[in-house]
């Protein structure tokens, strides 16, 4: 079984053994590692991508057997090599997912909503709820922008912790709502700045938030970085 380093440490490079390199129809290559920085995709995240030696990461998931499986454009040679992941991808892709859990504790923290989905793709990050009271309204974006902006100011630290039950991982920041997650995140709510609400609305009846990370002085919207081909 690979160690998920990026649960335990934010090194993004980092020694590692290659234990497996299984060509693909394709001509991409399964990798397999004894410990791993790079994020698999899952929990609404987008994946890391980066270098293993010379070969790009083009893409990693976790297989139906817990098997992280990283998608090498070239071939890796066996034995000892370096595995560094896209800096600034995972700084996006765990911004947006940070965003995703902190919104949602706040909204839920209304009262009057459960949120039953949710996206951190750059581009189309968003969360689905329910209403607990038909005769509620969908805050506005202005509601849930002065609520996110109050906590990115109060700079809550990030916490975790296993639940002994289930021996999931717990998550949160300060006070606010936990949530089990696997995922990568900020250090601190400041963190999450530059992230806007764009938009507040009812798609099929159900409440829709979207959210997105803008570039402080562009004030542009961000989309993530794709590897190159």
């Known amino acids: 079984m690979t160690t998920k380093l990026f649960l335990t440490d934010k090194t993004l490079e980092t020694e590692v053994s290659v234990l497996e390199c299984i060509p693909s129809e394709d001509g991409t290559f399964s990798v397999t590692l004894d410990r791993t920085p790079f994020y698999p995709q899952g929990g609404g995240q987008p994946c890391d991508t980066g270098f293993i030696g010379k070969s790009e990461v083009i893409k990693v998931f976790e297989n139906e057997n817990g098997k992280i499986c990283h998608i090498a454009k070239q071939e890796v040679p066996l034995g000892k090599a ?10 996006l892709n ?9 919104i949602s504790a706040l ?9 039953t989905k949710g996206s951190s793709f750059p581009g189309q990050a968003r969360l689905e709820f329910k209403r607990k009271r038909e005769e509620v309204e969908i805050p506005s974006i202005d509601q849930i922008t002065e609520m996110l902006k109050d906590v990115v100011a109060q700079n809550l630290s990030f916490k975790e912790n296993i639940d002994p039950e289930t021996g999931f991982r717990i998550v949160t920041w300060g006070d606010l709502k936990t949530y089990p997650c696997g995922g990568t995140h900020v250090s601190s709510t400041a963190e999450l700045a530059d992230v806007v609400i764009t938009k507040a609305h009812l798609k099929k009846g159900q409440p829709h938030v979207n959210f997105a990370k803008v570039l402080p002085k562009l004030r542009t919207f961000t989309t993530l970085p794709k590897p190159s081909k």
């Open 82 to 91: 370096i595995a560094k992941v896209n800096v600034e991808r995972r700084k």
């Open 94 to 102: 765990t911004c947006l997912h940070s965003a995703s859990h902190v």
């Open 107 to 115: 909204i839920e923290g209304m009262g009057d909503w459960d949120v």
